[in-house]
């Protein structure tokens, strides 16, 4: 027993001596590690705001992220920092964890975060960058992607890698009808401004979400940003699937820039609270609103089901929203939603509807939160408003 525990003391030691050698590198302390990465991150981080390439190239290995210093060329940046979080070191390499925070000029009223993994090469008693990437299941940035053009509207910034500038132009034109299409329906209380992201495909729109490509495949665009109060979301991001937005006429997209930004602005109002169909189903009526379009021209896929006498027996829930599912499913749970809040507009008035989005999403829960709205704003009650919702399904598209 007493041989055992010698041997074990002895292991344990030099594992001890092990990892004091690695984490030394022959005699530079973790600490030490950690803060020249540090300071080469803030060099190449000032080098970026100073559209200053020498002072870029000089943290690199061998002119490493050159090619992307070179794609954020034209996008107008206010802030660019790094907040390292993790470094391990072995011998003369090391992996960093750092979270890139960022923000557009004119735009983001705070930081944009972004988890990155950068890996350091040590040379001639200085630390140098030789990638800097995405983290493991996070999504890339546009400029990960390629260089980065830019067209700037009136209520609008359009940034785009693969595209032409004309298509780009075309992008910011109906994001600027759209903002002012959004306020005059929702109202001011948002930045009134969109920044749209064109990548060059779906898998590269893929990439930016850190998604699989097959679930997006039939969705013309995406709005991403944090739900909740608007100090915590500095930033909404239109992103744009070039193949299905490209086969859309001039209507089509002018509904899906407009239903997007309608994300945009109400992102404060939607809370955990907020169903899918009240989220969805009012972006599609601020889209078609105004557009003179019939329940039958905008909900043909419903229009089939009512016809074929399948009327459905309630609202779609949250789980019909699934990308990965059936076309004509997700199509009849986006038409099902716009028509609950048609009917409510049609019924209690636009002015009704607005107050019951804005009731619903002051909730910090979902439970009860769509009852105390229907009750609150509306005066009925979840199957009064059920069983009106449908009635109006067949009057309208029977």
């Keep these: 027993?007493?041989?055992?525990?010698?041997?074990?003391r002895a292991g344990f030691?030099?594992?001890?001596?092990?990892?004091?050698?690695?984490?030394?590198?022959g005699g530079q302390g973790s600490d030490s590690v950690s803060a020249d990465v540090r300071r080469v991150l803030d060099r190449r981080a000032l080098?970026?705001?100073?559209?200053?390439?020498?002072?870029?190239?000089a943290t690199g290995q061998q002119g490493a992220g050159v090619e992307e210093f070179g794609n954020l060329d034209r996008v107008p940046l206010a802030a660019w920092s790094y907040r390292l979080t993790g470094v391990h070191r072995s011998g003369d390499r090391a992996t960093a964890d750092a979270e890139l925070r960022y923000r557009i000029d004119g735009y983001d009223h705070a930081p944009v975060t972004a988890a990155r993994t950068l890996t350091l090469t040590r040379r001639d008693g200085g630390w140098y960058v030789v990638s800097d990437e995405p983290a493991k299941k996070t999504g890339e940035q546009l400029w990960d992607q390629g260089d980065v053009l830019v067209a700037r509207g009136k209520h609008s910034l359009?940034?785009?890698?693969?595209?032409?500038?004309?298509?780009?132009r075309g992008y910011a034109d109906l994001a600027d009808h759209?903002?002012?299409?959004?306020?005059?329906?929702?109202?001011?209380?948002?930045?009134?401004r969109d920044v749209v992201l064109v990548p060059d495909s779906l898998d590269d729109m893929a990439g930016l979400l850190g998604a699989s490509a097959s679930g997006y495949r039939g969705i013309a665009a995406v709005t991403?940003?944090?739900?909740g109060g608007s100090a915590k979301a500095p930033a909404d991001r239109i992103i744009v699937n070039p193949d299905a937005y490209g086969v859309l006429g001039d209507f089509g997209r002018q509904v899906v820039l407009t239903h997007e930004t309608t994300h945009v602005a109400t992102r404060a109002r939607t809370t955990a609270a907020t169903p899918l169909w009240l989220s969805e189903g009012y972006a599609d009526w601020v889209g078609y609103r105004g557009s003179g379009r019939t329940a039958a021209q905008a909900a043909p896929e419903l229009q089939r089901a009512?016809?074929?006498?399948?009327?459905?027996?309630?609202?779609?829930?949250?789980a019909a929203f699934g990308f990965s599912g059936s076309a004509t499913e997700l199509a009849k749970a986006y038409e099902g939603g716009w028509m609950a809040c048609r009917l409510i507009a049609d019924h209690w008035g636009e002015v009704?509807?607005?107050?019951?989005?804005?009731?619903?999403?002051?909730?910090?829960k979902r439970p009860g939160a769509v009852e105390d709205a229907l009750r609150d704003e509306l005066g009925t009650t979840p199957e009064k408003f059920t069983a009106r919702w449908r009635d109006y399904l067949r009057a309208q598209l029977g």
């Design 1 to 8: 027993m007493a041989g055992r525990r010698r041997t074990s």
């Design 13 to 25: 030691s030099l594992v001890l001596l092990f990892a004091v050698l690695v984490g030394c590198g």
């Design 47 to 57: 080098a970026v705001l100073d559209r200053d390439e020498p002072a870029f190239r």
């Design 158 to 168: 359009v940034l785009g890698v693969g595209q032409s500038q004309e298509a780009l």
């Design 178 to 192: 759209a903002v002012p299409a959004v306020s005059d329906a929702w109202g001011t209380d948002w930045a009134r």
């Design 224 to 227: 991403t940003g944090e739900a």
């Design 306 to 318: 009512v016809l074929d006498g399948q009327v459905p027996a309630g609202l779609p829930d949250d």
């Design 352 to 364: 009704r509807l607005n107050d019951f989005y804005r009731a619903v999403g002051s909730h910090r």
